[in-house]
């Protein structure tokens, strides 16, 4: 199990930064740069330009790597739960295409609004979809919903759908939010990789959630290097749609679906910044709770470096990912 994490992580890394290595070029002669708002922090508008799509990288390492190890292991006598690392996997390859179609959507209107909100909730609702019936029919998904924490399991039956649908598409959105500035994403789901690797060889010996935590933490290594301050590529709605999926079906393949919400606080804090702020603004009738939103844009507002945001928010998740592991895994 180990030298197969090992592997997963070594390779999927290694993949990664090669693709971007020839990607960016290509991004670059296809002149697809990011596009920012003018109503996004004025310093950002020296960003535009910069190859986006980037996440393509770390989505086809992910998707080559993982499969040539677990078939490997299948060879080789394995006869772990494959059926949920196989949804997983599709559910996280099927929202990073909802992805890539929102970036591909944004340079042929040439601007940074891609799909309507509505579409894109629409797809990546089916998707939700789609992965719970797959689980529930041949993943051995259980419909008892546990309470970290708290360690009491509660028989949810038939409602245990709408809450895990609410909660898929939540964190796919959240880390979504997260990724507004260099390296942010990538560096918070590196991270929380980092919990599942510890839960898969501690808490329940879970071979395939292992070798999903290895590649998406060599996915996220790998893409730092080019993504972090100062960012010569941007992961785009293609890897930030991908990793949420990774993130939140990574949960739910440790039959533990709630955690995510623990070591992914911070993607949530983004989530509900956004929301506090268009309903304050609203009842204030143009006041604004936040300098702006996501949160991390409160921040820069404030005048923190980009580095320094970064480092807080991915010491934070380090610290909630510490507690999670102390107090609910052992």
Not at 164 to 175: F, K, P, R
Not at 191 to 213: C, D, Q
Not at 218 to 239: E, K, S
Request: net charge positive.
């Amino acid at each position: 199990m180990m030298f197969a994490y090992l592997l997963t992580l070594i390779l999927t890394a290694a993949l990664t930064a090669v693709i971007l290595r020839f990607l960016i070029p290509y991004l670059k002669s296809r002149k697809l740069g990011q596009k920012i708002l003018d109503i996004g922090p004025r310093w950002h508008k020296s960003k535009e330009g910069t190859p986006t799509m980037g996440g393509l990288s770390f989505l086809i390492a992910f998707a080559v790597i993982v499969t040539a190890v677990l078939a490997g292991l299948r060879v080789s006598g394995w006869e772990g739960p494959w059926l949920p690392a196989l949804f997983t996997g599709l559910y996280a390859l099927m929202n990073g295409g909802i992805g890539i179609l929102d970036d591909r959507t944004k340079f042929s209107k040439g601007k940074n609004e891609g799909l309507l909100s509505w579409q894109k909730y629409l797809l990546q609702l089916f998707a939700a979809l789609l992965y719970l019936g797959a689980m529930g029919l041949f993943g051995g998904l259980s419909t008892d919903l546990y309470l970290p924490f708290l360690k009491i399991t509660l028989p949810l039956g038939w409602l245990f759908y709408p809450f895990a649908v609410i909660l898929l598409t939540g964190v796919v959105n959240s880390v979504n939010l997260t990724d507004g500035i260099d390296g942010l994403a990538a560096s918070e789901t590196a991270v929380v990789a980092a919990f599942f690797s510890a839960v898969a060889f501690t808490g329940i010996e879970n071979e395939p959630l292992a070798v999903f935590a290895a590649a998406t933490l060599g996915g996220c290594i790998g893409f730092l290097v080019y993504n972090f301050y100062p960012a010569r590529v941007f992961m785009g709605d293609t890897g930030s749609l991908f990793l949420g999926a990774l993130v939140v079906g990574m949960a739910f393949m440790a039959n533990n679906p709630l955690i995510v919400v623990v070591v992914g606080l911070m993607y949530i804090v983004e989530t509900l910044s956004v929301i506090l702020q268009v309903a304050f603004f609203k009842l204030t009738h143009g006041k604004r709770l936040f300098k702006m939103s996501p949160i991390h844009h409160h921040f820069e507002q404030c005048g923190w470096s980009e580095i320094r945001i970064v480092s807080v928010f991915s010491v934070l998740t380090l610290l909630l990912s510490i507690l999670a592991y102390a107090f609910d895994i052992l």
